[in-house]
């Protein structure tokens, strides 16, 4: 069937089309050139007056895992308040701050976002992040897997094992959690807590393994490097929501030494302790910093007020944040010799001084780092802010007058202390695509994907244009998933399943009898019982891997 | 004959997988590491092979087609057990979507103490590779740990190589409440553990008692349910020396009402011994035949535990009101599907409702239901997903044999289609 999407405004930076209104063709799947001689046009939209992008990806977002569901369990009557009924195309559900699975699928599409990507995939926990993706329909989805307060990675470093050798660690950890990244939380800080370490500078010990973090950033930033994999290594700081953690930020930048490194929602980690109440925002010169140093990307973690939860793998922080727990109950836990995750309900309010000013330190990040290319527009859902408030976060950088609406309504110490009312800039239509597309996906190392050129997936999403762009944003016209049209006016009209996104790093096999060694002496079960095998992701008949090549290798 | 191992277990909990299985046929063996718990459930035979509507023997065909009959005009049939793999708790869940059933695991009254307590005010929980490897004192409150699980001490306290302890014998374990059966809890070189036992029924005083201790409050009673108020002294004092104390309960154990409150005390004391300047984590038991599989599927298709109803056409919680027995009882549910592929003697409550048994073979019935399509059990007869009682690790079952039984997840997905 060939489909064609007539005269809309397209906004494709991938391809460099800024606007211009030009004809789509759909077949198979794929967006193809216009057909040459005859030809027949078996579907026909008119897009005059649409801007059409490519389908939008979420580069960080908690949609798969063990914390994900201890922070559904936790909170039912945050469901309560949101019941979501079935109908003879979609199953029922939940929704607001941690939404049941089915229903994170539809009102991802329903937005016109087509894929996902978990950024905290414990190698443990890899078979559960991995089932509930599975059971998100429409996206496509991936995880980056978690590394860094792994014993067996601590041990090596005491031992002083070499690159080579951590980098087959670290490829075989890919391969067998299935993952297309590699994320750090709190370095070595998720194993220091379990020595009842309670804080961990960039420099400071971990009181058993004698390791610090920024030695862990360092080697895994270059197993990331030499192993070819696309995607930076993915970096949850120290000293996450700490007063002063603008500086370990600072110092995290400069002594990764050029190497690629993606900060992940660094407004909680761009915090000054000037001004009456000792906290102030360090936007400014984490974005000087950013902009400078063009081997670091970034995405900001905005936080937009309201109910919602967080859930982190950052067991030691996430302890230190319960006194803010809002309603008061919270969970951490220690995982396996592996990792940890803390969950913690917050209530972001804008009369808080703190949270006030939290939300302006993201705006500003969003607002003074120059290319849209290197930094990308995330909640780290659900912890700042449900994804469903993308749309509200859209119109807050592209509507200068709105901001400052809502700016003057916040905590009146918070608006003295923010440059915002000052920024003049307004994201446009292609800044937008560029960080929910193009740029997302090539700083995952998506191929075919994010681009409306020739040969893609025909990820697509239609918006009538709108000056309210909250309006716009929350309710495409229509969104195609590899070329079905799974979306109409907003709503889901049909349901199919995406793919996993991974890459497979090679690794000297050799690494696995070390690992049996330590898996037969130390853990819990049979490494051959770790390893996730393709089957499990693909025999249900939904699922299926799609593989990304590696950096320097041929397509 | 073919001997499997590294064979991964769904019955005991604790996720052993290093069974060896002679395979013969259908028929099994344990020959290496089996233990009271997993012998008997891997070994057990196939009795029937074939689908019964009205006690007569049918097609699977048939009897997909009579139970979608019989759930075609219900208004509230309620979906028990819940016993199976996570794809057969998928199946599960869509078909309780369309037919607007109720969902009840049938553990889910015990595990309510749990979901109660986590529900109100949280936990620090760990998970048994950091216990393996960290736990230098073991404090279990109202369980038989070991008939519980047998293999517990062996694989995870007094195992050989630890991380971080220099002699794993040298771990102290205490028992609060129940003493054990047996003696796996000895420590390889004779160190018994303490016993401090006292009624079911006072465990909620002691746990208050023992909390308050911990957090330096005065007591004013020389003892409490029988147990010397010096002596839980001692408990709390050692739970403050330890580097990495664990508590460890079994929410079905606690037998009484309102035990959700004992599971609160348990688990805010282990968040009082953190702010005492050392680490300590809570352990609940669990994860047996299903019940924390079926509660992490039906907590990411719902955003709730496994006591869940569809009639409104969204989900409803309720941990009290959606109890099969209750529903039975009162006459609110108007068929019945009992999902149970691990355990034949697990039958369905009494009922007159119509009842639709979808069971490991060679389960007996006091009265024939009037489906009974006998499936594969996970982990034997075909692949899955189980969930271990840390509820953070899922262990991937293997197919051993071929029965030729059909998985839960076939026959519930074909229900539902010819419900459609």
């Known amino acids: ?555 | 004959m073919a001997e499997i191992t590294e064979v991964p277990s769904p019955f005991c909990g604790i996720g052993t997988d290093d069974l060896t299985i002679q395979v013969d046929g259908v028929s099994l063996k344990v020959v290496k590491n089996g233990c009271a718990v997993n012998t008997p459930a891997f070994e057990q035979a196939i009795t029937d092979t074939r689908p019964r509507v009205d006690g007569k023997d049918v097609s699977l065909d048939e009897a997909v087609a009579k139970a979608a009959a019989l759930l075609k005009n219900t208004n509230q049939p309620v979906i028990g057990g819940c016993a199976t793999d996570v794809n057969g708790m998928r199946a599960l869940l869509a078909l309780a979507d369309r037919s607007g059933a109720v969902v009840d695991n049938m553990n889910f009254t015990g595990a309510r103490n749990n979901f109660l307590a986590l529900q109100d005010s949280g936990w620090m929980n760990t998970t048994l590779a950091e216990v393996k490897n960290r736990c230098d004192l073991l404090l279990v409150v109202g369980a038989d740990l070991e008939s519980f699980s047998p293999r517990f001490f062996e694989r995870y306290l007094w195992n050989e190589a630890s991380m971080f302890l220099a002699d794993t014998g040298k771990r102290e374990v205490i028992y609060l409440g129940k003493a054990p059966s047996g003696t796996a809890s000895t420590s390889p070189s004779g160190q018994k553990a303490l016993v401090f036992e006292c009624a079911n029924d006072d465990l909620p005083d002691v746990v208050a008692v023992l909390r308050a201790l911990v957090k330096g409050n005065p007591i004013r009673v020389d003892s409490v349910g029988g147990i010397a108020v010096a002596d839980l002294q001692g408990i709390a004092d050692k739970l403050l020396a330890a580097s990495y104390s664990v508590v460890t309960w079994a929410a079905g154990a606690l037998a009484y009402s309102q035990a959700e409150l004992t599971v609160q005390t348990i688990s805010e004391m282990v968040k009082d011994i953190n702010n005492r300047n050392t680490r300590s984590s809570g352990l609940p038991l669990g994860g047996k035949e299903g019940d924390q599989t079926a509660n992490q599927v039906c907590g990411w298709t719902t955003g709730y535990p496994a006591r869940t109803r569809f009639s409104s056409g969204f989900p409803e919680y309720d941990p009290y009101l959606n109890d099969t027995n209750t529903l039975l009882a009162n006459g609110e549910a108007d068929a019945l599907v009992w999902v149970q592929a691990f355990n034949s003697k697990a039958v369905p409550p009494a009922t007159n409702l119509p009842t639709i048994v979808v069971g490991r073979s060679g389960m007996t019935f006091d009265q024939e239901p009037d489906v009974f399509i006998p499936v594969g059990t996970p982990g034997i007869d075909h692949a899955g997903h189980a969930y271990r009682m840390d509820n953070v690790v899922a262990i991937r079952l293997k197919k051993l044999r071929d029965s030729g039984l059909p998985s839960t997840s076939d026959v519930l997905n074909a229900i539902e289609q010819a419900c459609r």
């Open chain 1, 1 to 555: 069937m060939l489909i064609r999407l007539t005269g809309g405004a397209v906004y494709d930076p991938a391809s460099g089309i800024d606007g211009a209104k030009q004809d789509i063709y759909i077949q198979d799947g794929r967006i193809v050139d216009k057909p040459v001689g005859d030809f027949k046009v078996d579907k026909e939209y008119d897009l005059k007056g649409k801007v059409v992008m490519s389908g939008a990806i979420d580069m960080h977002t908690h949609i798969g895992g063990g914390k994900g569901n201890i922070a559904r369990t936790l909170l039912p009557e945050d469901h309560r308040a949101d019941p979501v009924a079935r109908t003879d195309i979609t199953r029922s559900g939940c929704g607001h701050a941690m939404p049941s699975t089915f229903v994170t699928g539809y009102r991802y599409a329903e937005m016109g976002y087509t894929a996902g990507f978990e950024p905290a995939v414990l190698p443990i926990n890899a078979r559960q992040a991995h089932m509930e993706m599975a059971d998100i329909p429409i996206l496509d989805k991936g995880g980056y897997v978690l590394m860094g307060s792994d014993d067996y990675l601590l041990r090596m470093l005491t031992a002083k094992k070499d690159q080579k050798a951590i980098n087959d660690y670290v490829a075989f950890t890919m391969q067998s959690a299935k993952a297309i990244g590699v994320k750090v939380v709190n370095p070595g800080g998720i194993s220091a807590f379990k020595f009842n370490q309670r804080k961990l500078d960039l420099d400071e010990q971990n009181s058993h393994y004698g390791v610090t973090p920024r030695e862990i950033l360092r080697v895994l930033a270059t197993a990331v490097k030499e192993l070819g994999i696309t995607h930076p290594l993915h970096v949850h700081g120290c000293n996450l929501g700490v007063p002063g953690n603008m500086n370990t930020t600072l110092d995290t930048i400069q002594g990764i030494g050029g190497l690629p490194m993606h900060l992940t929602h660094i407004q909680f980690h761009s915090y000054g302790t000037e001004g009456d109440f000792k906290f102030s925002s360090g936007a400014a010169a984490i974005a000087e910093a950013v902009n400078k140093n063009k081997n670091i990307t970034i995405d900001v973690g905005q936080i937009l007020f309201g109910q919602t939860v967080t859930a982190s793998g950052d067991n030691m922080r996430q302890h230190a944040n319960h006194k803010h727990a809002s309603p008061n109950k919270w969970v951490t836990m220690d995982i396996e010799c592996d990792a940890g995750c803390g969950v913690v309900p917050f209530k972001y309010k804008d009369k808080n001084f703190v949270n006030a000013l939290q939300w302006a330190i993201g705006l500003e990040t969003f607002l003074l780092v120059d290319d849209p290319w290197r930094i990308f527009l995330t909640t780290d859902h659900p912890n700042g802010a449900p994804f469903t408030s993308y749309p509200h976060l859209i119109r807050l950088l592209m509507d200068r007058s709105f901001r400052n609406d809502v700016l003057a309504t916040i905590h009146p110490e918070a608006q003295k202390m923010t440059t915002l009312a000052s920024i003049e800039r307004e994201y446009s239509l292609q800044e937008i695509a560029i960080m929910t597309r193009a740029g997302a996906a090539r700083l995952i190392g998506l191929q075919d994907r994010g681009a409306l050129s020739a040969g893609n997936w025909a990820d697509i999403t239609v918006y009538t244009d709108n000056a309210d762009r909250q309006k716009m944003f929350e309710k495409p016209d229509y969104v195609f998933k590899d070329g079905e049209l799974v979306v109409v006016d907003g709503k889901v009209v049909h349901t199919k399943w995406g793919t996993t996104h991974v890459v497979k790093p090679n690794f000297d096999a050799s690494v696995e009898k070390d690992l049996q060694k330590y898996f037969d002496r130390f853990m819990t079960m049979k490494l051959g019982n770790f390893t996730i095998s393709d089957d499990e992701i693909t025999e249900d008949g939904r699922g299926s891997l799609t593989v990304h090549p590696l950096k320097g290798s041929v397509a």
